[in-house]
């Protein structure tokens, strides 16, 4: 059986976790192969809201089996504050839920330098020591989840990391250095919690492949804020396209044959770096609201704009989209006018075509011939620009607000 791969083609926060939940209820896998605890992911169901960091969107189908896969950071408490939380609400991950032995560990020194470092550069992160743990590891320097294994072994290498990393806190952002020791010991605390989820993954998903068994790869972060594709360097520090997927699980890229890419309606930006459709009026400001754009991690308020087709243009290319899927529909509802940007002026201004609005409430449509004709006219312009089919469209953040076109 072929694989899906469902990918956020914006900055992030499109509604990913919200469709990869809908989707797992016919899923045997879901894994996650890039980003860290930077991601939160909201789930609603039943009219209650779960905020997933790290662990796969699958996780409330009893039967689907949620994977962490090597490209991801790991932060094993934070991971271990998510399982206790799930499992509290009476979610099981006994024989359901793995992380590769290769995933690279964020320490407590990684977020000390992304806080560190960010108060002078601003790029605006999350704060959980992302870009200083995907440094290390590109460096080669990384402790991985399989070293807490290591007894012998784990508190030279730990001591070895966070005395560079003391010297890179001290001397460069003169802040005060952290305890090896006690970072040691805590991994040491953690180690036989997290024992039986530890696992090949990458001859996991290649059994399960061969097995036939449905497989969902689900990114965090968006396209926009790829390390090599996004807006540099305001982008996070992992592979967000396509491509990460095969990186960062072993999952070989001819096995995917379903690409969806996740766009909001709109668009939004947490934190710093460019944004040519930004909206600073009444539009914008209905966008925040009514779509109530705060960071599911930070909480941090999202900038909001216009959607902009011309930077889609050369994303779904790159990821080689198969279909989309659009978010927050709903949210556009009340606005007279719409605009989406589908060029740029030689001063890089953006070029807007206007549709107009729509002012009926949607949330309860569940076909394409049930919209206003002014919502259809927004869906069908996006489809013929990229040139690609609109599957799935969302109305309302309920697993069950979306329906198949
Ligand atoms: P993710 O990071 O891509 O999973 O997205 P987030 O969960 O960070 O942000 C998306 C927000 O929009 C969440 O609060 C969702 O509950 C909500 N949401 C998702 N789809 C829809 C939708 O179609 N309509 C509305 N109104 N909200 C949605
Ligand atoms: P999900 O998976 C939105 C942004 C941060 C910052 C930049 C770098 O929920 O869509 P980092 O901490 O990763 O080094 O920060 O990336 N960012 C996100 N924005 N959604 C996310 O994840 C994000 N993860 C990181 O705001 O601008
Ligand atoms: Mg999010």
């Not at 497989?215 to 990460?244: C, K, N, R, W």
């Not at 290319?317 to 949210?331: A, G, H, P, Y």
């Amino acid at each position: 059986m072929s694989a899906t791969l469902i990918l956020g083609l914006q900055w992030g926060d499109e509604g990913k976790g919200k469709i990869v939940d809908a989707l797992s209820k016919d899923a045997d896998i879901v894994c996650r192969f890039q980003g860290g605890h930077n991601a939160g992911h909201t789930l609603k169901v039943n009219n209650e809201k779960k905020v997933l960091h790290l662990i796969p969107s699958g996780i409330l189908h009893p039967k689907t089996v949620c994977i962490i896969g090597n490209g991801v950071v790991l932060s094993l408490g934070s991971l271990l504050k998510e399982i206790a939380n799930l499992q509290e609400a009476g979610i099981k991950f006994t024989d359901r839920f793995y992380i590769s032995k290769n995933c690279s560990l964020i320490l407590d020194s990684h977020v000390a330098i992304d806080l560190a470092r960010d108060k002078q550069e601003g790029i605006g992160t999350t704060g959980r020591g992302i870009g200083p743990a995907y440094e290390d590891k590109v460096a080669r320097r990384s402790i991985r989840l399989e070293d807490i294994f290591e007894l012998s072994t784990l508190p030279s290498k730990v001591e070895k990391l966070v005395n560079y990393h003391n010297t890179v806190l001290q001397e460069v952002y003169k802040v005060n250095p952290l305890n090896a020791e006690n970072i040691t010991k805590e991994l040491l605390q953690q180690k036989d919690l997290l024992e039986p989820f530890v696992t090949d993954v990458t001859e996991f998903l290649k059994e399960s492949h061969i097995q036939g068994k449905r497989i969902i790869f689900e990114g965090a972060q968006g396209s926009m804020l790829d390390i090599d594709h996004g807006s540099y360097p305001y982008v996070t520090s992992s592979s967000t396209t396509a491509g990460g997927v095969v990186a960062g699980s072993g999952f070989g890229a001819q096995h995917i044959s379903r690409t969806i890419g996740i766009i909001k309606a709109y668009c939004t930006r947490v934190g710093s770096g460019p944004f040519p459709t930004e909206l600073f009026d009444d539009a914008g400001e209905h966008l925040a609201k009514v779509g109530n754009e705060f960071g599911s991690t930070t909480g941090r308020k999202r900038r909001c704009g216009w959607l902009d087709l011309k930077a889609l243009e050369q994303i779904v290319f790159t990821n080689s989209v198969t279909e989309l899927c659009i978010t927050k529909l709903d949210v556009l509802t009340g606005l007279k006018t719409l605009d989406v940007c589908v060029d740029y002026s030689n001063d890089n201004q953006p070029i807007y075509k206007s549709f107009t609005g729509w002012q009926q409430n949607i949330e309860s449509c569940k076909a394409f011939s049930e919209l206003p004709k002014t919502a259809q006219d927004y869906l069908s312009f996006i489809e013929e620009f990229l040139g690609i089919p609109i599957k799935i469209i969302s109305v309302g953040p309920e697993r069950e607000s979306a329906f198949l076109n």
